[in-house]
């Protein structure tokens, strides 16, 4: 009967807050990203403007923008907490 005391076992938990912050961090990135790919509103509908299409925000810039989003999300899934 000496084992009847209940043993305390520390349960760290799978995230910290750093942890969340850089997944904070990375949806922000990303959702620039998509935002950027999404453009904004043509003065004309009906012509379609080569330069608002194909311009370096929305095909280099934002993909860039949202594969970092990624990068980051990886890094703040696989990132350990300082004290273990």
Known sequence: MANDKKQTTAVNP???KDNYIWMLAGIVVMA???FLMGGGKSPDPTKFNDNE???TTRITIAPILIIA?????IFAIMR???DA
């Open 53 to 55: 299409i194909y311009s």
């Open 80 to 82: 350990k907490p300082k």
């Open 14 to 16: 799978l995230f910290t």
């Open 69 to 73: 989003g990624f990068v980051i999300e």
């Open 32 to 34: 620039i990203g998509f």
